[in-house]
């Protein structure tokens, strides 16, 4: 019996999770809709995560143009660095907004509402009638998918600035070349798809946040161990999205 009980423990979580994301998507529609606790929720994951992805994207940028443009010089092509900033732009500017927003964003969620859950303030709203996935995680959802999508518009702007400025001051790439080749390779259907994926980011981390913020157990060490796993399953949902977005691009 115990065995069948840690076997089928994943089970229900996962069953779970999918059952909150249907309750979710179906609330959205709801009225009335929650809008001040939207914007009370994007000013926040804004506030957390804003500056963490922007530190990040500079060390990206840097690394990223400089491996792409010495491989471009030994070629006798270094005219091509902006081709290489196009390409980075649209890969590497979703997963810098991954990794922040799963590790800020989804975090501070699952936290808020571990808290909330552990001071059965959850329990509360049930019994005034109110529906927690309606206005405590609709709300935070939505903000998360935002933001994820302005995040990441913000960080591919920073990530051809630093490439630009890095290429043409520190490794002597001609600026006109750089300008021109920019949409060589890389074009509105990228930035589409950059978008697209920067939304399904958002939207895999608050669920997987709320998720974990709502179902926690075992008190404030509970909340602790939710956080560490919203991490975790955040990294590997989102990941697992940018692959098969990718192999979608592309195949098509």
């Known amino acids: 019996m115990d065995v069948l009980n840690a076997a089928s423990k994943p089970l229900r979580g996962v069953g779970g999770f999918y059952a909150m994301s249907l309750d979710t998507l179906v609330a959205i529609g709801r009225r009335p809709f929650a809008w001040r606790e939207l914007l ?3 000013w926040f994951i804004t506030r957390v995560s804003v500056v963490p992805a922007l530190m990040l994207a500079v060390p990206f940028t840097v690394l990223a143009a400089f491996t ?3 491989l471009l010089m030994d070629f006798g092509a270094g005219d091509a660095a902006g081709t290489g900033a196009g390409i980075v732009m649209a890969q590497v500017g979703p997963q810098v907004t991954v990794l922040v927003v799963a590790g ?7 936290a808020d509402l571990g808290a909330r ?4 303030e959850l329990d509360a709203l049930r019994v005034m009638g109110l529906n927690p996935i309606q206005t405590l995680v609709v709300p935070r959802v939505l903000a998360a998918s935002l933001v994820a999508v302005l995040l990441s518009a913000v960080v591919s702007l920073t990530t051809l600035a630093g490439n630009f400025c890095f290429s043409v001051f520190v ?3 001609t600026p006109g070349a750089y300008i021109a080749g920019l949409t ?3 074009g509105s259907t990228d930035v589409f798809v950059l978008l697209i994926k920067a939304a399904l980011f958002g939207l895999a981390a608050g669920l997987i946040g709320c998720f974990k913020g709502i179902s926690v157990g075992g008190g404030p060490a509970g909340v602790g161990n939710a956080v560490n796993e919203t991490v975790v399953y955040s990294f590997l949902a989102l990941f697992v999205i940018n692959l098969l977005l990718t192999a979608g691009q592309f195949g098509v």
């Open 117 to 120: 859950t552990i001071r059965e």
């Open 40 to 42: 009370l929720q994007c």
């Open 104 to 110: 800020a964003g989804a975090t501070a969620i699952c």
């Open 68 to 70: 792409l443009n010495v």
């Open 171 to 173: 490794q002597h790439v």
């Open 184 to 186: 060589l390779l890389t």
